[in-house]
Structure formats: C-alpha cells, structure tokens
DNA sequence: AATTTATAGATTATCGTTAATCGTTAATCA
DNA sequence: TGATTAACGATTAACGATAATCTATAAATT
C-alpha cells in the first residue's frame, strides 16, 4: 500500500472550522478578551451554528476560548498570574519530558530535530510571528512524542498551547526579534546531542521563561490592557 | 442578595446529560470499550441528538470517552502504560499542588477538609464504591483549590478524572474493602496539620499508587480484559 | 428618586430532519 | 474463482428553524 498521493480527504466541517479560528487567534485576529458569536462565525465562514459551535468547543478543550453558558465564548486571556502558573509547570513537565525523550532518542529522531529548527529558521527568516510560533510549537511537540509518554504529551499541549498564542502576539507588540529562537532550540538539539541528562535538564528549565520576563515585570495585568497601552503609545 | 432557596435554576440539558453519563461511567452502568451512541442516548434521556453530542465532547474533555470522527465515541480504555503514566504524573503533580496548598492553609481549610472525609466515611459506611470514588475525588479537588493555583487544578482534574472512574470500577471488581480509603486521607489531614512541608510530600506521594498494584502487576493489560476474566470466574 | 417590572434585541441552546460517511454484505465480471 | 464494485444499514455530521436565556433600556410603581 503506497501513501495517499494528495490528500483528497476533506476533514469534517468542524475541524476545519476549527483549524481557521485557531490559526485567527495565533496571529492575533481576534484579540484576548474579544468575543466569538456563534451565529456571526457561521455566517463569515458560510457554514452552520452547529459546525462552529463545535469548533468552539475544540478551541476550549485546548484552552483559547473560554465558553460561558448563555453568555457566549470568549477568546482566552490569560491573567499575569495564570501565565506565571503555565510557566512553572511547563518548566516541570518539560523537563520530566526531556529526560524521558533522552532516554529513547536516537539518530533518526535528532536528525527530525533538526528539520524542526530548519522551519523555525525558515519562519525566522521571514519574519513572521505566526509561523515562528507554530514551528516552535512543532519543535516541542516532537520532543513530547520522543518521550513515549502519551499522557505527559496531552498534559503539556493543553499547557502550552494558549502560551504559545499569547508569545506571538506579545512578541508582535513589542516588535521583538525572533533571532533569539533559533539559538536557544539549537541549544536543545545539542542538549539531546550530548548524551547528559543534567545538560538537558538545565537546557529546558531556562528555555521558556526569557520572553515573558518583560511582560511579568511589567505592571500591565494581562494582554487586553498591554493592547490598550500599545495602542495609545503609537 | 440571599443564595437560591433551592436550586430552580435548569441548567443545560447538555450540561445534565453529561452529569448522567459520567456517573454512569463512574458506577460500571457502561464500560471501558463500550460504544455510545448519539440517536441512542438521545431517545433514552429524551432530549436532541445535538444535546447528548455537547455532553460527549465534554466527556472527551475530561478523558472519560474518546470521540472517533465518522466513527463513534467509546468509553475510555485505559491501558496499563496509560494508567501508569497518569499515576506518576499525578504523584508530581499531587506534591507540587500539596506544598502550595500547605502555604495557604487555614484552619477553616483544614475543617473543610475534615467535612470531606466525613462524606467518605459516609460512603465507606454504606459500601457504595460510586460514591467512595465522587467524595475520594471531592477531597482531592478541595486540596487543589487550596494550593490556588487554577493551572495546577484543571491539570490535575484532567489527569485524575479517568483514574477515579477506573478505580471505582476496579475495586468493585475485585470486591476490595473500602476501609482503607479513610485511613488514608486522614494521614493527608495530619499532615497538613502538622505543618511540615516534607510530611505532607511524602504522605501525598504515597497516596495513589497502592489501590493500582494489584492491577498493575497482573498480566491484564486492560479492564476489558479484567472483566472478561472476572466475569469467567465466576 | 429609587426600585421594581416590562419589553426588545441579541445570542446561545435545542430540536427535527437531511446529508455524508463507514463497514458489511451482495452482486458483477473477467 | 477471486477481486472489484454496488448497494444497504447504521451512525455520525451538518443544516435551518425555533425556543430559551441574558442584558440593557424604558416604563411603571411606590
């Protein structure tokens, strides 16, 4: 059986649906806080309530959305205190993560790695917050599944992914350089590279927590009110 | 303003079917592997397709069932690697959110926590492993609540859930005693009385993992095949 | 004037029906 | 006969329309 020569399945109305919100979000369409109406999405993307209210739900099981019963969905905005606790955790996951994934890596996987950095490159290249994200994303995500742990992986993304939203448009804001991702994924490569589970402990537990470090000294209280502030600076 | 004298208030049919199914789930009325379906329940709880299709996404958000597109929706299997995964997970998890909540402890907190054992005693009293497993999981929850840290409770709630509903079918299985569970969670309560950081760790840490061993050292790889066997035995 | 009650508009929640999809079995054909 | 295609039954996916709910504003009541 040879591998499908282009992919002719079209997935559900739903998932797509949910594809193009998600992506909506990442590159800052919607804003934190903004509302999704239900009736108005269908209309916009020509497809029915029930299709995007679905849609709605998946974005919540991943943490983008917050849906109030009778009131409607909102897109998630995370609290300086919720990106501390996000923050932290990750770092202990990632960590538990790496070791895991050291112990089962092989040649094969290093050189997937390697592909991963190749697109944040790529993207960095660009200079395109969105894509960046989305490779960085990708880049973690394959260390996930390095681990074997199917459980850590589900706990991490739902962890990870409304992060992940929040840093692109908090580095589009600040008109931060995406030089800096490059450097610190290869670190990890050479972490995983070298064999030693401190190096690779030490690695991860720094990886993260540098981009926010300016927003959680700030006193802006979360993303909304950065928004407003950057707004009023131009 | 007074709190409701009753609760009038109808939640959404959705949000009711959910409470039904996952209790029965959590009391064995459908099994690990076995198929829902939407038009079925439907008929049988008398409300819309569309309704009981929203209390399954939600049941899939807490990892009681899993949805297969175009397929169907089944009970959540956990496999043995699967259970063992969440089983360390919760261990660290479960320690990081008792320290926290070892902080902010009060001794109204601490007198909650004993109205919480008292609803397991109770339940220990009639043998009612359905509700040993709801008030198991209550006391757990308030400890999470305790610690603050919102992130660290829905992480936990996502990860614990399916284990609960698994032990609860288990041990009715096994026609273990239920004597055990109060012990257990009174050693929690004195930890946290006690004060010290490292009691509490240790007492958390050995919490969860004595229910699984029986299970988890038998050749059984899943409840399925637990209750085939245990029904041929009979 | 302050508080309660009506009302209207917007939005979500629910319904019943129809369409698309999947797996299985029957039919076809080389 | 063996393999491919067609048809069927069961089930999920999607739709359009209606009902229930919430919010804010206006009217009424004290």
Redo the contacts with the bound molecule.
């Keep these: 059986m040879r591998g499908k020569l282009f992919s002719i399945k ?1 997935s ?3 998932e797509q649906a949910y594809k193009t919100l998600l992506d909506a979000i990442f590159n800052g369409s919607f804003f934190p806080g903004e ?6 999405l269908a209309q916009e993307l020509e ?5 995007v ?2 849609a709605l739900t998946k974005l919540e099981h991943v943490g983008l959305v917050v849906r109030v ?5 909102f897109v998630t905005e995370l609290s300086k205190k919720e990106i501390e606790e996000r923050i932290t955790l990750r770092g202990t996951l990632e960590e538990i993560a790496g070791v895991e994934a050291l112990k089962r890596i092989t040649p094969a996987a290093l050189a997937d790695l390697n592909l991963k950095l190749g697109n944040i490159i790529r993207a960095v290249s660009i200079n395109s917050y969105f894509e960046v994200a989305q490779a960085d994303l990708e880049f973690h995500r394959l260390i996930w599944k390095i681990s074997g742990n199917k459980t850590l992986y589900e706990m991490l993304d739902q962890l990870t992914v409304p992060l992940f939203a929040f840093i692109s448009i908090l580095r589009r804001f600040e008109k931060e350089s995406l030089d800096g991702a490059i450097e610190s994924h290869r670190e990890i490569i050479e972490a995983f590279g070298s064999g030693v589970d401190g190096r690779v402990r030490e690695v991860i537990r720094q990886h993260s927590s540098p981009i926010y470090i300016n927003f959680l000294n700030s006193e802006t209280e979360n993303l909304q009110a950065l928004a407003r502030k950057t707004l009023l600076r131009k």
């Design positions: 079209n559900p109305l739903s509302p999704l109406r239900e009736l108005h497809i029915s309530q029930t299709s209210r679905e019963p009778n009131k409607g969905t």
